[in-house]
């Protein structure tokens, strides 16, 4: 079974200034997806960004990018620019063909004015 | 286009009653996933469904159950409600055709059980 885990469970970054969340994952498949989603207090899920495990080059959505680093199984997501609106949780989640999307536990993210 | 709906988005139940939820996804979709989120477990998958057949299934006492209709919507019930089902039940869909499709969620449905 795949795990993924997100050893913050909670940081702070001033406006404007970059912050990097963590994720690791374990799995013995050769073909997956990642991904980061945002729950701002609304509740609703937002995919943040996602990465396929054959592509070496870190995906990238605005202010969003990732630090994939396959051998050492970490997806890392990196938020530049940081704005009032990034506050929420930031959960990173794994899916392999035929399985479920498996969730991290979370890690909660404030943005300071 | 509409995204995930779900119904309804709160919900107090008794212990020992049973809920259905429901969900209508997006159209097109053809996959359905339901979580529970508890602050204490995180985010739990319960099942999924893809073309009205149950694909797959996460650890859940057999109180949980599901089923999808011809149209793609989805419904979870649970009987026997007990105070630990309080949690936030998430339903997602997706094309589910390759690996690349991703999930759309909806808001939830907030479920308290007294």
């Known amino acids: 079974a795949q795990t993924v885990t997100q050893s913050q469970p909670e940081m702070s970054v001033q406006e404007a200034e970059t912050v990097t969340l963590s994720c690791t994952y374990d799995?013995?498949?050769?073909?997956?997806?990642l991904f980061w989603y945002k729950q701002p207090p609304s509740r609703q899920m937002i995919l943040v960004i996602r990465?396929?495990?054959?592509?070496?080059q870190n995906a990238t959505e605005n202010r969003f990018s990732v630090n994939f680093q396959k051998a050492a199984k970490s997806f890392s997501l990196k938020i530049s620019d940081s704005q009032l609106g990034d506050t929420a949780m930031y959960f990173c989640?794994?899916?392999?063909?035929?399985?479920?999307?498996?969730f991290g536990t979370g890690t909660r993210l404030a943005v300071r004015p | 286009k509409a995204g995930v709906t779900q119904t309804p988005r709160y919900l107090i139940k008794t212990r020992g009653q049973q809920v259905t939820l429901s969900c209508s996804p997006i159209?097109?979709?053809?996959?359905v996933s339901w979580y529970q989120q508890t602050p204490g477990q995180g985010l739990q998958f319960l099942f999924e469904?893809?073309?009205?057949?149950?694909?797959n299934k996460g650890n859940f006492p057999g109180r949980f159950s599901g089923r999808q209709f011809s149209n793609s919507r989805s419904e979870m019930n649970v009987s026997t409600l007990e105070l630990g089902d309080s949690a936030l039940y998430l339903c997602?869909?997706?094309?589910?055709?390759?690996?690349?499709?991703?999930?759309?969620f909806g808001s939830g449905t907030r479920l308290t059980v007294v």
């Open positions: 997602a869909s997706s094309l589910a055709q390759t690996l690349w499709d991703g999930y759309t």
């Open positions: 799995t013995s498949e050769n073909n997956y997806y």
């Open positions: 990465q396929e495990a054959y592509k070496q």
């Open positions: 989640a794994f899916k392999s063909s035929g399985d479920k999307l498996t």
């Open positions: 159209s097109g979709h053809r996959s």
């Open positions: 469904y893809f073309s009205e057949t149950q694909r």
